[in-house]
């Protein structure tokens, strides 16, 4: 049994850097060992576009950044013993690893053992019906509409599976992030499946490790206040995990970025809700007495992590077609601007409420109140008014499954260029296609995780 | 009593599920961490985020990280599928919650001298 084991993440999201494998790639082949390197790129809709894909032709349905991210990748770890483990493998494991194999061929590696993590689509496995009793989160679910994508959330378990039958690199769809790194590292330390403190300090180490460059400074600089050097040659994460579960993030040598108390501080805590119990397909977590400690440059020791029995359920994202996304901006600078900005939205308002009454309409004045601002305009109407040369864009935007609302919506707001405001300019306009989503929890029982090597033909 | 912006005492993430937004709020020094665990509440939380009319607000203390996690619920306008606004996840909100002023009795920020207040650039708070 291996006695550490190194990890880095490549990738954060389906958006992320392409050239961040490479320094990662570099500082692992300096080490032996179990050494590996993931790749997190589903976010909730991520998947269910890649459902549309895979409908539209079936040889597709991976994360369309699949090609992007690992190609660089891919030749320097089979030549340096890297394995590779990613939930690139979107709503078609099976045909991403068929275009990894093809791929490998292409570079001179004919030979590579892939394995694929199936088993999260739900959609033969329930009826609408049950989808909507088992929905946990709102009642999207409850009319028993069309479902576009529904999968589980898989634990670590098929993806150390997967890893003790050989694999170069592991395809999963979806698994919980931190999945990716509590695979290979059951894998690695022989971590049994009740070893509860262990479990959980190996999934902080996948939580800290699954948005790559969040704690080594991304998603943190803050000029004057919270400096990060090299922003744009950003070192992204590599863990240190001892068999006793404590761990070491930091980042390679001579990359930007930053790893401290602060960038490890924040991650802990992304996108957690009761620190005592951040419940996952493999444990609950419970971080309340995790310590972290700067014990070198850009070296946080990570230790303390407490885990509890696994839940009963399982997660699922459950996505369904959302209609339409109508968004439509024009800008209004100089001298009184911010009152012909508002002429603008009243304008457009007045209009939409005569030709779609029912549609609700959002403006943003972006230069006053935009992100901050909430869908009824309430902040935006408290707001005290820019005054002098402001320099203003108004966005509308509306959501409906009505194409002509949609489309009505950017042709008035199109038309200001003429019969709006003085000095209206810069309109662009779009129609995105929506997804909605919403969660469910799963029974166990009804969920089979399966691992199979792709053969070598 | 003076009252000093929370970007001066602290700094800020903001992550989401669906509907839900976590801000976690990391004193900048040890010794803001006790001042804030009596002030910076979930009331305080609440009427900062007073427009989005959140359904619940939560506050984990973390004190061996010096933190707070904030968890409110049904502020994101359906989540980054269903929402309206140009940042769905609510990324920018911790920069809401950094933004506002949090009033503290002297003397509560101990021995050193306190952060003096600078004003706080853009609308609307």
């Known amino acids: 049994m291996a006695q550490q084991v190194w990890i880095g993440a490549a990738a954060g999201f389906a958006g992320d850097r392409a050239d961040a494998s490479g320094p990662l790639i570099e500082a692992l082949a300096r080490h032996d060992g179990p050494r590996f390197l993931i790749f997190e790129t589903l976010a909730e809709r991520t998947l269910a576009l890649a459902q549309l894909d895979r409908l539209a032709d079936p040889s597709r349905g ?81 009319g028993e509409p069309e479902i576009v994508a529904a999968n589980a959330y898989l634990g670590a378990e098929a993806i150390a599976e997967a890893l003790s039958r050989g694999a170069d690199i592991v395809v999963t769809g ?23 403190d262990r479990l959980a300090a190996g999934v902080l180490a996948g939580h800290l490790l699954e948005c790559g460059s969040q704690v080594t400074g991304g998603y943190f600089a803050d000029p004057g206040i919270k400096d990060v050097p090299g922003m744009d040659t950003l070192g992204y994460p590599l863990a240190e995990v001892e068999r006793d579960g404590s761990f070491v993030v930091t980042k390679p040598v001579g990359t930007g970025g930053l790893v401290d108390r602060r960038t490890v501080t924040e991650q802990i805590l992304y996108e957690i809700h009761d620190p005592a119990a951040y419940l996952t397909p493999d444990v609950v977590l419970d971080l309340t007495d995790v310590e972290i400690e ?39 600078t100089g001298p009184n601007a911010r009152a012909r900005a508002g002429l603008a939205i009243e304008t457009v308002t007045k209009r939409m409420a005569r030709f779609h009454p029912a549609l609700q309409i959002r403006a943003d004045l972006i230069g006053s109140v935009s992100v901050f601002g909430d869908s009824a305009g309430a902040m935006l109407a408290a707001a005290t008014p820019v005054s002098g040369n402001a320099d203003l864009r108004v966005r509308f935007a509306a959501e409906t499954t009505d194409g002509a609302a949609a489309e009505c919506l950017l042709d008035e707001v199109e038309a200001l260029y003429c019969a709006g405001p003085a000095g209206g300019g810069g309109v662009r306009k779009r129609l995105t296609p929506r997804l909605r989503s919403t969660s469910c929890l799963i029974a166990r029982d009804l969920v089979s995780p399966q691992v199979s090597m792709l053969e070598v033909p | 009593m003076p009252a000093v912006p929370l970007y001066q005492l602290a700094h800020a993430r903001s992550g989401d599920k669906g509907n839900r937004l976590n801000i976690a709020v990391v004193c900048r020094e040890e010794r803001f961490y006790r001042p804030l665990s009596e002030h910076l509440t979930p009331d305080f939380v609440t009427a900062v985020f007073r427009e989005r009319q959140p359904s619940a607000v939560r506050r984990y203390e973390l004190p061996k990280l010096r933190a707070f996690n904030f968890v409110l619920d049904d502020v994101l306008d359906g989540g980054v599928n269903g929402s309206l606004g140009l940042d769905g996840h609510g990324k920018t909100l911790s920069f809401l919650l950094l933004s506002a002023s949090i009033a503290l009795p002297a003397g509560m920020l101990g021995a050193e001298e306190p952060p003096q207040p600078q004003p706080m650039p853009g609308e609307p708070r």
């Open chain 1, 62 to 142: 991976e994360v369309p950044a699949l090609k992007r991210l690992l190609m660089p990748a891919l030749a320097p770890c089979i030549a340096a013993g890297i394995r590779i483990v990613g939930n690139f493998g979107g709503a078609n494991p099976r045909g991403a690893a068929a275009k990894i194999r093809q791929w490998g061929k292409e570079l001179g590696w004919p030979e590579i053992k892939i394995a694929v993590v199936e088993g999260d689509d739900l959609r033969s496995k329930l009826t609408a019906a049950e989808f909507a009793r088992f929905e946990s989160d709102g009642d999207l679910l409850r």
């Open chain 1, 294 to 332: 700067e014990i070198g440059r850009d070296r946080v020791s990570v230790k303390g992590a407490r885990g509890h029995a696994a839940p009963n359920t399982l997660k699922a994202t459950i996505c369904i077609d959302g209609g339409l996304l109508a968004e439509a901006e024009i800008s209004y």
């Open chain 1, 174 to 196: 979806r698994v919980a992030d931190p999945a990716l790194v509590l695979g290979p590292l059951k894998h690695s330390f022989g971590w049994a499946d009740d070893d509860w």
